[in-house]
């Protein structure tokens, strides 16, 4: 499905200036703006998803330790990205997601490896990679939601130190919003992940209510927290849709009433719950606990009725009042289960938040020993759904059929050369004509912005000569639009703008 739509037309006045070595690398997804559509909108059309788990969110003291003692003592952002199991991530890799139907990829990342510890300054590799992902899940047409996800657990620090935590907290998302402040609405923050909600305040089975209303009461701050952070740090922030974490995730904690969605003066929000019920098939591999008995089989009226019950609750609660729902997390292991319970127990848990209007988004982790951990469910190798049949009932719910090869319709000027005047300090640029184009425009981005240098190009005319005297050595990138059908193609001319230097 065609999703990434960039803000108004080329917009502005600007001064030129440009040459150099052609280097015809798209701008990425991020310059484009934020389209008029509400938030349950956004869920909607995201359909079903996948998380890209026990990943960026890899953590642990011991990373650091092993790289010292075994490694180059250098630590690179794919030390921690494949120390729980998984390979490097490739493009193709997030390419086979698309392909497989889901419609929105979910990031959890742990800001603080690399982070320096006493500023809680983050590491810019570490955030150049998570860009690079995102990058490729908006380039495959599908949207991205990143988040603070446990991170070591610092934010199980909050009840014996709020303002440290919180400045912490603020800290992170400051760097984290500016990062990505100019992503347009295909890519969706997150709060934080199960965390925010404290047995060391409020014990659920022991605890007063005294206790519960504080807990619930922290949980709350931070989320406004974030979304006040968020809101006023500029470019597409103002406006992004955002997800906002239930009280642990829970679906009948986050459906108390003492938990609140936060106040938000762009009302652009969802919550998000997960589901890993019964703990015994969804949590459990082939060893009883405590708290739970193994199982090795789902799928009895009993269970049903669970799971309907479950997310009746969340329709209730939030869908049916105008609130949209991201279930970030379901899923179950592989080990010790019966394979047609692992498809049943899946499917049915996703057909039950799709139905009710919910986006569902697939617990999917590295495959683990002897089939253990979640059993992969994505093939980070063959890039697909490990269980034909797991793929198969998730069309059905869906109605997937696949992606088209068919190429779209060329909407762009494809630069075809440049020639450069070294006496002048001028540039050509030369492109292949836009069949249907009714004229041409130039724009560069400058300041943050793309602004228009003409809008006045005759379809007729495919080269267009800059003004005299640019400066030497400075940098530009360009975008040359066509007019089609009455409308500019500004997003594909962004895409597949060119950055060129003046001689």
């Known amino acids: 499905m065609k999703k990434k739509l960039t803000a108004a037309v080329l917009s502005g006045a600007m001064l030129f200036g440009t040459v150099g070595s052609l ?90 490896n690399m982070m320096d510890k006493n500023t809680y300054t983050i590491s810019p590799a570490y955030t150049a990679r ?19 996800h446990y991170d070591n657990g610092w934010v199980n620090n909050f009840p014996n130190d709020e303002n440290g935590s919180m400045y912490r907290y603020e800290t992170m998302w400051n760097q984290i919003a500016e990062s ?26 022991t605890g007063t209510q005294s206790q519960k209303e504080k807990s619930y009461a922290l949980c709350n701050r931070i989320n406004q927290k974030f979304v006040d952070v968020v809101r006023a740090s500029g470019g597409n922030n103002s406006q992004r849709h955002l997800l906002i974490s239930g009280y642990n995730t829970g679906i009948d904690r986050t459906c108390d009433s003492l938990f609140k969605m936060p106040n938000d003066p762009a009302n652009r929000m969802a919550v998000s719950v997960h589901y890993y019920t019964p703990a015994g098939f969804a949590i459990l591999e082939d060893k009883d606990e405590s708290w739970a008995k193994a199982r090795s ?18 329709k209730t609660n939030y869908v049916d009042k105008g609130i949209p729902v991201i279930i970030g997390e379901y899923g179950c292991p592989t080990k010790g289960k ?19 209007q919910m986006c569902p988004v697939l ?20 890039c697909k759904i490990s269980n034909p049949d797991l793929k198969k009932a998730f069309d059905e719910i869906t109605g997937f059929n696949g992606k088209t090869d068919t190429p779209p319709a060329v909407l762009y000027p494809t630069v075809s050369s440049v020639d450069y005047s070294e006496q002048y300090h001028q540039i050509r640029f030369n492109w292949t004509p836009v069949e249907g184009a009714e004229n041409y425009g130039i724009a560069v981005y400058l300041a943050g912005k793309w602004r228009i240098q003409t809008q006045s190009i005759s379809a007729n005319t495919t080269s267009y000569t800059t003004p005299k005297n640019l400066t030497p050595g400075k940098s530009y990138k360009v975008a040359i639009a066509a007019k089609v059908n009455g409308t500019w193609a500004v997003a594909e001319a962004i895409k597949n703008a060119v950055t060129v230097t003046v001689k």
């Open 23 to 112: 280097q015809a690398s798209a701008l990425p997804s991020k310059n484009s703006g934020m389209r008029n559509i509400s938030t349950a909108q956004i869920v909607r059309e995201m359909g079903i998803g996948i998380n890209l788990g026990n990943t960026f969110e890899a953590c642990g003291d011991w990373i650091e330790e092993v790289d010292t003692k075994w490694g180059d003592g250098v630590l690179e952002p794919k030390d921690y990205e494949t120390a729980w199991g998984s390979p490097v991530i490739t493009k193709q890799m997030i390419d086979g997601m698309a392909n497989e139907g889901f419609g929105v990829v979910r990031v959890p990342v742990a800001w603080s």
């Open 130 to 148: 998570v860009q690079q992902i995102v990058d490729w899940v908006i380039d495959a047409d599908m949207y991205c939601i990143i988040n603070i």
């Open 180 to 205: 990505f402040k100019n992503y347009d609405d295909h890519l969706i923050f997150e709060s934080q992940n199960e965390e925010l909600g404290w047995e060391s305040i409020w014990n659920p089975w």
């Open 297 to 314: 089989t789902w799928g009895t009226s009993d269970d049903y009725n669970e799971l309907n019950s479950w997310m009746d609750m969340m």
């Open 338 to 356: 019966e394979t047609a319970s692992v498809v049943r127990f899946l499917s049915s848990v996703c057909k039950a938040a799709y139905d009710r």
């Open 363 to 382: 617990w999917a982790t590295p495959k683990g020993e002897d089939g253990g951990e979640y059993g992969g469910h994505y093939d980070r190798n063959t």
